[in-house]
């Protein structure tokens, strides 16, 4: 049920981009991106919606194809600050069951 | 500023005894969950509550229990059951309505020796 998220660990160098999946064995409908710093709560980034529509306020972009249940995040242009665990989160329509998939932790060197 | 507050932010316990985490919330959402997060690992939902008064059962509920009484507080407790309590506590919350993202409190770190 959990979604999967791949690759599991990513090491860049500033500048570099990277993109993190997140695949679901059921429909999604929205899907929910957040940033985990270490010791630290989940930091909200970007809704990607059925339809294709999408709302964020950081220099990361996503995608959503509903038909691969699958949902993409791009950074693109690395920074340091970029750094930490990246969870997609998503409801399952009809349950209020919040749910996250399991994790990418991705580290940005100098 | 509207927010949720988790107290305290550490907490250790002796094995065999119960402990209650906070969790307050003055956003108005009527959507509340607990999460627990082992090092290293992701967020596994222990219990969720849309209204007041309800609640459901997560993925990881055994040896746990919550109480929903008002819209503003979903206490998480620790029973002596939890074989391996230790653990990150995140509480979270959010409106419910259109797909709107959750809002985490900054979490209790439980430590049982």
């Known amino acids: 049920q959990q979604p999967v998220q791949s690759p599991q660990a990513v090491i860049l160098r500033e500048g570099e981009d990277a993109v993190i999946n997140c695949s679901s064995s059921?429909?999604?409908?929205?899907v929910h991106w957040y940033r985990q710093k270490h010791g630290e709560a989940p930091v909200f980034l970007m809704i990607?919606?059925?339809?294709?529509e999408q709302k964020g306020h950081d220099k990361i972009s996503a995608s959503f194809n509903e038909k691969k249940q699958q949902s993409s995040l791009y950074l693109t242009a690395s920074q340091l600050s970029y750094s930490g665990t990246y969870f997609c989160?998503?409801?399952?329509?009809?349950?209020?069951?919040?749910?996250f998939g399991t994790g990418t932790r991705l580290k940005v060197l100098a | 500023d509207g927010g949720i507050t988790q107290s305290p932010k550490y907490l250790f316990r002796k094995e065999g005894q119960n402990v209650t985490l906070s969790c307050e919330q003055n956003?108005?959402?009527?959507?509340m969950y607990w999460y627990r997060q082992d090092p290293g690992q992701g967020l596994r939902l222990i219990y969720y509550?849309?209204?007041?008064?309800?609640?459901q059962k997560g993925d990881i509920a055994e040896g746990y229990s919550v109480s929903r009484e008002k819209k503003e507080s979903f206490p998480l407790t620790v029973t002596s059951a939890q074989k391996n309590p230790t653990a990150f506590y995140l509480c979270?919350?959010?409106?419910?309505?259109?797909?709107?993202?959750?809002?985490f409190g900054n979490g209790t770190r439980l430590t049982v020796t």
């Open positions: 979270a919350s959010t409106t419910g309505v259109g797909n709107s993202p959750l809002h």
């Open positions: 059921k429909a999604l409908y929205s």
């Open positions: 990607l919606l059925k339809g294709g």
């Open positions: 989160g998503t409801e399952p329509p009809g349950t209020y069951k919040y749910i």
């Open positions: 956003l108005n959402h009527d959507a």
């Open positions: 509550s849309q209204i007041v008064n309800d609640f």
